[in-house]
């Protein structure tokens, strides 16, 4: 296997022209095509009288010269990533998605170039821990781990450090040691988006009062391992727009507080097993665009006046429940929908399948 990211191999067959007029340094040139493998020996002449700011993927400051962006995506790199690295000293991007790294740990000496802000990591082939050393990195505001299916942490503790995150996505990482997770992500003061889908999460405090995310507006916990009623403290996040809590085995009640949730443009709590009617207050919540609450327990009365004040409803999935629906053919709604999923539901005469399709203004 080889032991260095192939970096010039493809930056040289495809370089770029630029219009800058600073080059890079030499030190940075090299810092760029080291590989101790050999592999690219053949290309070392060219990478000699090449500028880097040149290679395809590599942007540099357009004053200094400095290398402050790397592009990589979706260009087969493998191997492991190099210390040379740390010579990249003003280093602020870093794409290394969709490659496949073959089941390399995530090296801990990325905690050291702290003029990271965007590492983005997403489906790279990492696997085992993440690096406690990334709590060094306290410039950083976008850090993607997602889609790694073999990365893992012991705990979130490093995250606490990590002051200026605004996007935090670890989708399908196992956090199932993380047993402090909602402590330690809600201590950070500028996170807006976070994506915890698939990480075996259990822990979720349903007794808990307050959080204090702040600044979150989009919350995607699907696919954990909960089982609880739903939390409280999910209720006082009135700037969230994106709420995703699908199979997660919630019981309970929807409670009415749902309805201080004022900003929801989309919520999805499917696949769980909540039961009771739906609160008045769903209806209400006027900037809702999606509503998926299919296979639960849920019961009740769908009417014209439930759904007149959701103006801007594009998809409504209602299947796998006890919902009768009381809709005339000739209700003209204030939405459009994309589309309406309500299999297993009953119908009255007035409101048979076909009469509700166009009522709601789809065509079946």
Known sequence: MRTAVVFVLVWSVCATASSRGMSCSEKEKQALSSDPSGTLSSWSLDIRNSDCCHWKGVGCDNITGRVIELHLSNLNLAGSLTPSLLDLKFLSYLDLSHNNFGGSPIPGFLGS????VHPYLFNAGFEGLIPHQLQNLSNIRYLNLGFNDGLHADNLNWIAHLRALEYLDMNRVDLSRAVDWLHEVSSLPSLSKLYLDGCELENMTPSLEHVNFTSLTSLVLSSNNFNC????????????????????SLYGLIPESLGNLSSLGSLDLSYNQLNGTLPTSIWVLSNLEFLNIRNNLLEGIVTEANLSKLSKLRGLVLSGNFFSFDISSTWVPPFQLKYLVFSSCKMSLVSTPARISQSL????
């Open 361 to 364: 203004g789809l065509s079946k």
């Open 229 to 248: 009623e739903i939390p409280k403290w999910l209720f006082n996040l009135s700037n969230l727009q994106n709420l995703q809590l699908g199979d997660n």
């Open 113 to 116: 170039m702290t003029s990271l």
